[in-house]
C-alpha cells in the first residue's frame, strides 16, 4: 500500500457489521489525489457503508481508514469534525434540510465552518447554485423540488465548503437524462479543473466510465477487484462481465 | 399439542427478556444521552440563533394551550375548592387564596409539564426520527457541524427556558378561570379577588415549583431527543420514538411534582409566607 503523502482515501482491511449482519469483510483500496474511484456493485453488497465509513458516520469492527494521510479510526469528535472540512458528502436520497429553503440549505455549512462574512456566503451561495442550475430556485423548500434538483441541491450543498474531497452515493440514482448528464459534467470539472478527488458509488458502468480513474467492485461484502478502470473492466469477473453488458445494452438503448 | 404449547411458553419467555433486555438497553441509553446532554450544556458557546428558533416552536406556540387549558382549569378547581369548602362550612371569601396556593404549588407546574409533554415532547421525538431516517443528521454530521449540539442542545435549553415562563402564565390563566366561576356565582369584584388571592401565600409557594419546571423542561427535551435521535426503525420507529417520549416525560413530570411537593410540605408546612 502507498503510505505517501499522494493518498486522500485509504482503507485498509476494513470489517463491518451491523447487527448480526456482516457488511463489509477485509475491504482495502486506495484513492489518490485528484483522481476519481469508483465503487460499482449490486444491492445491499455494503457501497452505501464504504463512504459512510470514510466520513467517520460509522465506525469499522476492524481496520483502519486514513483520509489525507490522518487515520480517521482513532480521531476523537473535534479532529473528526476537522477531517470533516475537507470532504463533501452527497447522499443517494440528498438529506435536503427539508425545513429550510434552498439557499439556506448552502449557506448553513459556510456558516457553521468558514468566518466568512454575510455578503460573502450570499455570493457564494450564488455561485453554487447558477452551477447546477438552480439559481431560480433559491427560495423555494426543499420539498418543493423534483428528485433531480434536489439531488443538485445536495451537490451544491456538499460543494459549499470547497472540500478536497467529494464522496457521491449513487448520484445518478432516480434521476432524469439531462440531470444525469450534468452531474457528470459537474463531476468532470471537479475533477479536472478543481483536482478534487472523487469517490462514487454507482450501479451503471455508463454513468462512470468518463469520469473514472480507478474502478472497484463489491460484491457480497468483499473487493472482488480493484484497480485502474481499464484493467478491471477487462477482468474475468461475473460480477464485471455483468456491468459490461448492461452498459453495452445501455448505449444502445441511449 | 403439548409440543405446541412448550414452544408458545418458550416464544413468550423469549419475547418477555428480549423486552427486558431492550428496556435495560434503552435506559442505559437514556442515562448516557442525559449525561452527554449535561455535559454539553456547560460548553459554550450555545447555537442562538437556532434556540431562540426553539423557543418560538416550543415556548411561543404552546401559549394558546397554556392559556385555554389554565383557564378551563381554574373553572373546574374553583367549582371544587367550593363544594368542598362550602361542605365544612367556609365562606366564598377563602377561595382565592385556597385557589391561588394549589396552582402556584401543584397544579400549575404538573398541568404545564403534562400538556407540554404532550404537545412538545412527541414532535421533538417524531421530528428528530424523521431527520435521523431520512440522513438529515447524517448530512449535518458530514458537513462539520455537530448534530447532537445543533439538534439536542439547543431544544433542551428551550425548553428549560420555557416551561418555568409557560407555568407562570398557566397559573395566572387558572386564577383568571377561578375568577369567571367566582363572579358567575358570587357578587364579589375583581379587586377584592386579587386582594385575596395572596392571602395564604408567599414567594417561596412561587418560586420553588416554578423554577422546578426548568428541570421538567431538561427532563421533556432530553428523554424526547433520545427517543427521537437514536431511533433505528422507519415509519413504526417514528411512531414508537414520538409514543414512548410522551409516556415517559409524562412519568418524569409526574413523579418531579411529587417530588417538588415532599420537599414544599418538609420546608413550608404551613405555606411559604
Known sequence: ?254 | MRTSRTSTSNSHLLRDSSSISRLWIATIGLLLFASRTLRELLRLPWDAEEISIQLYEIGWRSVPLILIGGVVLGIVMTQLIWTSLVNFGAVDAVIPAELSRTMFRQMGPLMTGLLVSGRVGSAIGAELAVLRITEQIDAFESLAIDSFRHLVITRVIACVIALPILTTLMSFAEIAGGFLWEAAHSEMSLWLYVGRLFDRIGWGDYILPTLMTAVSGFAIGTVACYFGYTVEENAVGVRRASMHSVVLSCLFVIALSLIVNAMMSFWFPGGAQ
Not at chain 1, 126 to 135: C, K, M, S, Y
Not at chain 1, 175 to 203: G, Y
Not at chain 1, 223 to 237: F, I, K, Q, Y
Request: aromatic share 4%; hydrophobic share 40%.
Open chain 1, 1 to 254: 500500500m502507498n503510505l505517501d503523502g499522494s493518498v486522500a482515501v485509504r482503507f485498509d482491511q476494513v470489517s463491518k457489521s451491523i447487527g448480526t449482519t456482516r457488511i463489509l469483510e477485509d475491504v482495502s483500496f486506495e484513492v489518490s489525489r485528484g483522481t476519481a474511484c469508483s465503487i460499482l456493485g449490486r444491492r445491499g453488497t455494503g457501497k452505501t457503508t464504504v463512504l459512510k465509513l470514510a466520513v467517520g458516520l460509522l465506525k469499522p469492527d476492524r481496520g483502519r481508514i486514513f483520509i489525507n494521510g490522518e487515520e480517521i479510526t482513532a480521531l476523537d469528535t473535534p479532529d473528526l469534525m476537522r477531517v470533516r472540512r475537507s470532504t463533501g458528502f452527497v447522499f443517494q436520497n440528498s438529506a435536503a434540510f427539508d425545513s429550510i429553503a434552498v439557499s439556506e440549505n448552502i449557506a448553513l455549512p459556510l456558516r457553521y465552518n468558514s468566518s466568512k462574512p454575510e455578503n460573502e456566503i450570499q455570493e457564494k451561495v450564488l455561485q453554487l447554485l447558477i452551477r447546477v442550475g438552480l439559481e431560480r430556485d433559491s427560495h423555494k423548500m426543499p420539498v418543493d423540488l423534483s428528485v433531480g434538483m434536489r439531488k443538485l441541491l445536495g451537490f451544491a450543498r456538499a460543494l459549499a465548503c470547497d472540500p478536497a474531497i467529494l464522496l457521491l452515493d449513487d448520484p445518478w440514482n432516480g434521476v432524469d437524462s439531462i440531470t444525469a448528464a450534468i452531474i457528470r459534467r459537474l463531476l468532470l470539472d471537479l475533477k479536472q479543473r478543481c483536482r478534487t478527488t472523487l469517490l462514487i458509488v454507482a450501479n451503471k458502468m455508463i454513468d462512470v466510465r468518463h469520469i473514472s480513474d480507478q474502478l472497484a467492485i463489491l460484491d457480497g461484502g468483499h473487493m472482488v477487484a480493484c484497480g485502474p478502470l481499464n484493467e478491471v473492466a477487462r477482468c474475468d469477473n461475473q460480477i464485471m462481465r455483468q456491468f459490461v453488458s448492461q452498459e453495452d445494452s445501455d448505449a444502445r438503448l441511449s
